[in-house]
């Protein structure tokens, strides 16, 4: 059964709006959140990620939110660029196990 | 640094052939992943290695799938014999203990 969950698997959003990726999971125990950005033909890149014991990570344009008793992450981009338009996985962790979710293609439409 | 190398990129082979797909992994990284990805199941993990040690092969979907790591800087995953329904792109990724890891390209495989 999918432990994390990304069910929007797509997302078009206009150059220069915000772009908000959501994820959501099952397993309390994880303590470690990622994404991953993902271009045709080329391996997963990592993002951004962030500590169960936070509830936000900012990078720049990237900010992960993180909300432990809803069990859902996001990942808002602004101002969206159109060098964005990728797969994003988000990824959840303990310990050295890793679960990932099946991916949301945004495209920012220039 | 390189990165993380796989090989091949592309295979294709027939149902009942065996198939060997390659990595390194980033030097000084103790932790090396197999994944598969699938359009319906997204990225599934199918083995782990810590320092060079299986730690768990859960993922991996039947004995034809197996995965070895020789030695730090060298890992194959082995499916003998393939079938149709195990094309998809396999991804290794290596890290240091808990951090984040970083993929290699991908080998696409088909099988007719």
């Known amino acids: 059964d999918q432990q994390v969950k990304q069910n929007s698997p797509s997302l078009s959003v206009q150059e220069g709006r915000i772009s908000i990726l959501n994820c959501d999971y099952t397993?309390?125990?994880?303590?470690?959140f990622l994404w991953y950005k993902k271009y045709p033909a080329e391996g997963p890149t990592f993002l951004i990620s962030?500590?169960?014991?936070?509830d936000k990570n900012e990078d720049g344009r990237f900010t992960v939110f993180l909300n432990k008793s809803a069990k859902h992450l996001s990942l808002h981009i602004v101002p969206s660029q159109p060098g964005d338009s990728a797969v994003y996985f988000c990824?959840?962790?303990?310990?050295?196990?890793?679960?990932f979710g099946t991916g949301t293609s945004l495209t920012v439409i220039p | 640094d390189a990165g993380v190398i796989q090989s091949p990129r592309h295979e294709v082979t027939e149902m009942g052939q065996e198939v060997t797909l390659r990595c390194k992994p980033i030097?000084?990284?103790?932790?090396l992943f197999w994944y598969r990805q699938t359009m319906m199941r997204g990225l599934e993990l199918l083995i782990y290695?810590?320092?060079?040690?299986?730690?768990?092969d859960s993922g991996m979907p039947e004995d034809r799938f197996s995965a070895k790591m020789p030695n730090a800087s060298f890992s194959t995953l082995k499916i003998q014999p393939s079938e149709p329904r195990d094309s998809a792109v396999y991804f290794c990724?290596?890290?240091?203990?808990?951090?984040?890891?970083?993929f290699g390209p991908g080998t696409r495989l088909t099988v007719t």
């Open positions: 990724a290596s890290s240091k203990p808990l951090y984040e890891q970083y």
């Open positions: 397993n309390s125990m994880f303590d470690y």
């Open positions: 962030i500590s169960s014991i936070k």
């Open positions: 990824a959840a962790s303990v310990g050295n196990q890793f679960y």
């Open positions: 030097s000084g990284h103790n932790s």
């Open positions: 290695f810590n320092n060079n040690v299986p730690i768990d």
